[in-house]
Every structure is written in structure tokens, then in C-alpha cells.
């Protein structure tokens, strides 16, 4: 929420609050106004009765002056109209000095009406020659009134009020006193203001208990000021529930923002913000009480395959899945969501490798139980990498790090387990990252080259295709084999740049063949394979060459085959259609299913050289060779052994009868030879490889053609000058000695 917005929030809550306020004051003001109208209009009516009662008084003024029927005299004829003319000594003098006065007659009235007990004092104060009228004349009459007029709630300040608001009265007043609540008390005390020629002389006073004339006021001022009270608590919820209404998705929505910012909205685990927060605390504290910390990561083995194979709704809930196992074993330490099919786990006790370890084995065991969503049984696999931070020069980045190189070798070390870092890490990272710059400098200065391995029929002996292998030739290290670096392009994404340059290298040589009937096969890794974008690849290499589509040969592997299966079935059939033949290369080794192989347009299979290396030495691999061969020939699939070496293999597999071989026994990989027409003239191995640094002599028993392999390359890495975040790094460096030893 914005400071604008907490500003118009807070001014809108003060406003209600204002109205709600005046509101309730506006009640309770109109409360007393009717409490009072109310009590007047009966105290006037009760007044107006008992002045009647002493309707004789005129008549009683009359005997006393010796005249009848005079006009003068006290008559009390309403509580608005007392006294019609002047008050003279003649006519007041007996009222208050003889008999039964006119205060007496209103309390005998009173009384009568009442009941006798409503009298609680009667007072007649009599002051003569009283021209002025100063407030401590007041103070004086009522000091000297009764003690009973002082009773409760009765205070000498409001007596002391009474008689001064006769100094200009005309008519007798009222005082009534009120409740908290806007009602009146039962008492009321009534003062009769006597005058002479304009001056006050005397004064009557009566206090009457009037509970009476007040009780049906006071009920309906009670019955008013309940509903007058229920209105402004209605108003009152009214305004809260609109403010309610008003700020209640503003709320949620302020709640959801702070929930996502610290949170995964999927799994509801900590975020990678949180996570790194905590770690670096953690370690801070780590440093200063000199314990351990430990890092978990773990990844989802093939996730992306579940997502494809079962929709991302299921993918999700998988996810969800996982999150309630690893809470269930991590679950008294920090465990995060940094990605979509990554997590993180910190464990700040119990972080010994051996209570460590205990962990990891049991988050592996969690895995096996099974996991069903939508009545489909999915199997758990997590690869993980753990990372130990035992002194206070790790930082939380580094720790990650060392995690993360843990985690890449437990993917590489057949998924579902868990893997320690080591050292020795450090500089096989360091190795993948100075080949992934070299891979870089290879594309941009044309350093590959292609090679190409004769395939001989069986049935004619003669040369049919050759199949196009790449090589690094490096300026300084000789040939790279693709052993080396196509793994570390599949992981940074550089293959799909070296395979679209293999394909357009591979098609434009083949186009200069002499024999233009000789086929070329081109390897596509599954990294590089892109369901709709493969086949205007292939379309445009096949333009820009000029060669035959039906020359060209596309070999995929079995895990293309388990992603993206409908997207991929339709870019191989756009493939096929343009007249290019498509091979299952290394059938057997991966996800084989024969559904793929009614699926998919294959117009070959090729033998993996796994199977052919035995061949001839184990009955179950002479089976599943025949098995293999056999079933091409009933789908009319033309089947290719790789990797084979010697005569028995050939015997063996042309009484099989496989359609096409290729291995050390028929050529190395190298140039295209036109004088290789004939099996006859390949049988004997070639030992002669051109490269640009010349011939390298070698036997069967030797690498390929002088191809330099991953150890090769690890002890040239290590030779040369090394650079890490820019800096050099020694010869000395541990990690580099850790790694040479």
C-alpha cells in the first residue's frame, strides 16, 4: 500500500469516526430536548389542575379588602400564565401571613394527586423592601431554607439558580433535574415568585416527589432514547461494515503481497529471498558461536517430463507433493522453494556429515512410498547436493555454490541419490568452464571439423553411407573428442548452435561427393531438438547445399523420444516428408518401448556398440541382437550395427541378417576416401587420420585417431594459466593441487 493510500485510509476512518461522533452527540442532545418538553408539558397540565383546585382564592382576596368582585388578587390559571396583573401589598399580605395561603392550597392539590407522602418540603421566604437583587441575596434564602430541600440530587449551586431566576420571572418556575441518560428525576422543586408594584417581595417554594407525573415521560424518553441509541449503533456497524467492505480486498490483497514477497505460492515454503536472508543470518551467527552450518540442494529428477507427460495441473500437485515429504524430514529446519523443481533445505543443528547424511538417506527412503494424483502412480527422484560451511570464511554464496557442484554430480551420477562436495569439484568446474569458453572461440573461428565413419552392407559388401562425427580442433591441444565437450554444450545451450553447424558442414560436403548415391547421417542430440524448428533447419541446410533430402539421414536418441511426444512425432513426419531418412540411434540403452517404434517414422534402427562388443561371447547379447534384427525385418526397418571390430562379429551378424555395419574393422572416422567402394578394401583397420597438425600414427588398442579425452583435456586444463571472477589463480591453489593428485 502506498503512503497516498494509508493517508486516504486513515482520513476516512477519522471522518466516519468524526460523523459517528456527532452522530451519536446530535442523539443525545434531541434526547434531552423530548425529556424535557415532556416533562414540562405534564408538569404544566399537573399544574394546571391544581391551580384550579384553588380557583377560591380570588373570592378569599375579595373578603379580605372589603371590595367583591375585584380583578385583583392571585390567580394561577396555567404554568405559562400565573399572574395576569400586578401583585399589591392588600391582596398578597393575607396569602402569606393568614390561614391556608396559595402554596398550601397547590400542595393540598399536590398532594390529592400524588399522594400524601409526595410532599417533601414547603418553604415560604418572605423579603421586604427588596428593590435590588444581588446574587448573594439568593445565596442567603437559600441557606435559610429547610435541610430537606437539600437532599439528593439536590445541591445548594442549583437552589442558589432557583431563586435567582425569580428576580426576573413572571410566572412560578420549575426546576426539574435530570439523569445521565437524558431522563428526569423524581423530584421537582416549583418557586412562586411574589411581586409588589414590579419588585420581588416573597417567594413560595415546594419540592414535590413527582415520580407520578414523570413516569410515563420517563418510559417513553427511556423507549426514545433505546431507539435512538439502537439507531446510532446501527449507523455505527453500518459505517464499520462499509469500511469493512471498503478495506477488506485491500487487506487481503496487502496480506497476499506480503505472503508472496517472504513465500512460494504454490508450495507455500519460503521463497529464495527468505532463504537467503536466513542463510546469511545463519552464518553470521555460525561465525560467532563457531558452529556449523549445512546447505541441502535438491532438483526433480525429469520434471519437465512429468509436466509434458501429465499436464502442468499434475506437475504442480507433484510438486506440492514433494514439499509435504521434505517437510516431513527437514521438518525442524529452514526448507525453501528457489525454483520451479529446485530446493533448498539449511539445517543451522545437527549439521555433522553423519547426521547429515542419516538425513539425506532418509529423504531418499521418503521417495520410494508411492505418490498418486488423479489415480496415476508417479515415481519420486531427487538428485541432492549437500554443502558444509565449518568456518567463518564461507559466505552464503559460496556455500550455495559448493552445494550446486554437489547436486550437477549427483544428477551425472545416475539421479536419486546424494552426492557430498568436494574439492576436487572446484576444479572439474573450472575445467567445464574454461571448455565452455573454448566451445565459444571454436564457433566463432570455425575450430570444428567433421570426420566421417564408413557403413557397409552386409548383403553387397559395398560402401553405402558415412556418418558425420564432429572434433574439436584445438590450436593447441589437437583434436578434442565430442566425449570431452558435447556434454558441457548440452548443459549451456551451445549445442544447438554446434548441431545446426554440423548439419549445414554435413550437407554441403556431402552435395561434393563424387558418388553421389553415398548417404550421410547426422547425429541430433535431444538437447538440440526443437519440436517445430528442427525441420526448417533441416529444410534450409538441404537449400543451401543442394543436396538430395534422400541422401540425408537424421539420427535421434530414445530420450527425445519421452518429451514433448506429439510436438515430436510431428517435426519427424515434417522431416520424412521432405524425403530424409530418420535412425533410432542406440536402440536398447534407453527408454526402449516398441510403441515408439509404431509411433515414430523410423527407417532404421541402429544397434548400440554395447551389444555388438559381446556379441558372440554371451547367449542372452546374441539374443537380444537376433531379437533386435528380427524385429526390424518384420517392420520392414533397415537395421545398422555400430562398433564392430572383427570378423566373428560380421559372420554373426550377417547370419542374423542385419542390413548395414560400421565400426574399427571397416574405418576409422576420418576424410572421405573415393577409393572405399568395396568391404574388400576395408577390412584391414585405417591407420592414418589426417588432421591439420599432420598424420598421427595409431593401432586398434589406442584412442580414436589421437583424440584427446576427458582426462586428457582435465591435465591440459590444469597446465594452463586459470583465471577465477577475473582473478588468476596460482599453481598452488589447493584446488588445483587437490585435483592433480
Not at 415520580?211 to 435512538?228: C, D, G, H
Not at 544397434?607 to 524385429?631: E, H, K, M, P, Y
Request: net charge negative; charged share 20%.
Amino acid at each position: 500500500m502506498t503512503q497516498l493510500s494509508r493517508q486516504r485510509n486513515l482520513a476516512t476512518v477519522l471522518a466516519l469516526l468524526v460523523l459517528t461522533a456527532l452522530l451519536a452527540a446530535g442523539v443525545f442532545a434531541s434526547n434531552r430536548l423530548l425529556a424535557r418538553w415532556l416533562v414540562v408539558h405534564n408538569l404544566d397540565n399537573a399544574l394546571t389542575s391544581w391551580s384550579r383546585a384553588s380557583s377560591d382564592l380570588n373570592d378569599t382576596a375579595s373578603e379580605a379588602t372589603g371590595t367583591e368582585g375585584a380583578s385583583h388578587g392571585l390567580r394561577l390559571i396555567t404554568l405559562s400564565d400565573t399572574y395576569s396583573h400586578t401583585v399589591d401589598e392588600q391582596v398578597a399580605a393575607p396569602l402569606l401571613d393568614d390561614g391556608v395561603s396559595y402554596l398550601d392550597r397547590i400542595a393540598n392539590a399536590a398532594t390529592a394527586d400524588l399522594g400524601s407522602d409526595s410532599l417533601i418540603a414547603n418553604a415560604k421566604v418572605t423579603l421586604p423592601d427588596m428593590t435590588t437583587w444581588q446574587d448573594e441575596t439568593a445565596e442567603a434564602m437559600a441557606a435559610g431554607l429547610p435541610e430537606a430541600f437539600r437532599a439528593a440530587p439536590v445541591t445548594p449551586d442549583q437552589l442558589v439558580q432557583t431563586l435567582v431566576g425569580l428576580h426576573t420571572a413572571q410566572s412560578p418556575q420549575v426546576t426539574v433535574f435530570r439523569t445521565w441518560w437524558g431522563g428526569v428525576e423524581p423530584l421537582a422543586i416549583i418557586a412562586t415568585p411574589l411581586r409588589r408594584a414590579g419588585h420581588l417581595y416573597g417567594s413560595g417554594l415546594l419540592m414535590l416527589d413527582i415520580a407520578p407525573v414523570i413516569a410515563s415521560a420517563n418510559r417513553l424518553v427511556l423507549l426514545v432514547s433505546a431507539i435512538m441509541a439502537s439507531l446510532c449503533a446501527l449507523s455505527f456497524c453500518s459505517a464499520v461494515f462499509i469500511l469493512w467492505v471498503r478495506f477488506r480486498d485491500v487487506v487481503r490483497t496487502n496480506q497476499n503481497i506480503e505472503f508472496l514477497a517472504h513465500h512460494d505460492p504454490l508450495t507455500g515454503l519460503p521463497n529464495r529471498a527468505v532463504f537467503s536472508a536466513k542463510l546469511n543470518e545463519a552464518l553470521r551467527l555460525a561465525h560467532a558461536k563457531a558452529s556449523n552450518i549445512a546447505v541441502v540442494l535438491i532438483d526433480v529428477d525429469k520434471f519437465k517430463l512429468i509436466n509434458d507427460t501429465y499436464g502442468h495441473g499434475t506437475g504442480d500437485v507433484f510438486l506440492q507433493v514433494i514439499a509435504d515429504r521434505l517437510r516431513s524430514v527437514f521438518g525442524q529446519h529452514l526448507v525453501a522453494r528457489l525454483s520451479g523443481d529446485e530446493f533448498a533445505v539449511m539445517v543451522t543443528n545437527h549439521s555433522d556429515v553423519a547426521r547429515m547424511t542419516k538425513m539425506a538417506s532418509d529423504m531418499i527412503a521418503a521417495t520410494k512410498a508411492p505418490c498418486v494424483i488423479d489415480g496415476i502412480e508417479i515415481q519420486i527422484s531427487l538428485s541432492m547436493g549437500l554443502a558444509r560451511a565449518n568456518d567463518g570464511s564461507w559466505r552464503a554464496s559460496r556455500l550455495l555454490h559448493c552445494a550446486d557442484l554437489a547436486l550437477y554430480r549427483a544428477k551425472h551420477s545416475g539421479r536419486s541419490t546424494f552426492v557430498w562436495y568436494n574439492p576436487e569439484m572446484d576444479a572439474e568446474a573450472q575445467r567445464r568452464k574454461e571448455i565452455e569458453a573454448g566451445l565459444v572461440k571454436a564457433l566463432k573461428f570455425d575450430q570444428f571439423e567433421l570426420v566421417y565413419q564408413p557403413q557397409f552392407s552386409l548383403h553387397d559388401n559395398r560402401l553405402k553411407a558415412y556418418e558425420a562425427l564432429i572434433r574439436w580442433e584445438h590450436p593447441t591441444k589437437g583434436t578434442i573428442s565430442p566425449d570431452v565437450f558435447i556434454s558441457v554444450a548440452e548443459d549451456t545451450g551451445l549445442i544447438e548452435d554446434i548441431g545446426d553447424w554440423v548439419l549445414r558442414r554435413a550437407c554441403k560436403e556431402a552435395a561434393a561427393w563424387e558418388d553421389k548415391s553415398l548417404r550421410v547421417a547426422v547425429n541430433f542430440s535431444a538437447a538440440q531438438f526443437r519440436a517445430g524448428e528442427t525441420q526448417k533447419k533441416v529444410a534450409k541446410a538441404i537449400a543451401e547445399s543442394g543436396i538430395d533430402p534422400r541422401r540425408l539421414e537424421i539420427e535421434i536418441t530414445e530420450s527425445l523420444l519421452i518429451a514433448e511426444t506429439e510436438a515430436v512425432v510431428e517435426t519427424l513426419e515434417a522431416i520424412h516428408a521432405l524425403g530424409v531418412t530418420i535412425a533410432m540411434d542406440d536402440f536398447g540403452t534407453g527408454y526402449s518401448s516398441l510403441s515408439y517404434l509404431s509411433r515414430f517414422p523410423f527407417d532404421k534402427i541402429k544397434i548400440d556398440r554395447s551389444f555388438i562388443r559381446n556379441l558372440g561371447r554371451d547367449i542372452g547379447t546374441d539374443a537380444i541382437v537376433t531379437s533386435i534384427i528380427g524385429l526390424g525385418r518384420s517392420l520392414s526397418v533397415e537395421i545398422t550395427a555400430e562398433g564392430v571390430e572383427n570378423q566373428d562379429q560380421v559372420t554373426l551378424l550377417r547370419a542374423a541378417g542385419c542390413d548395414l555395419v560400421q565400426g574399427f574393422l571397416f574405418g576409422r572416422p576420418g576424410a572421405v576416401r573415393g577409393d572405399m567402394e568395396s568391404m574388400t578394401d576395408a577390412q584391414v583397420p585405417h591407420s592414418q587420420v589426417r588432421t591439420q597438425h599432420g598424420a598421427v600414427e595409431t593401432d586398434e588398442d589406442e584412442l580414436e585417431d589421437g583424440e584427446l579425452h576427458a582426462d586428457d583435456v582435465l591435465e591440459w586444463a590444469l597446465e594452463m594459466p586459470l583465471e577465477l571472477d577475473g582473478k588468476p589463480v596460482a599453481d598452488n591453489d589447493p584446488a588445483r593441487v587437490q585435483a592433480r593428485a
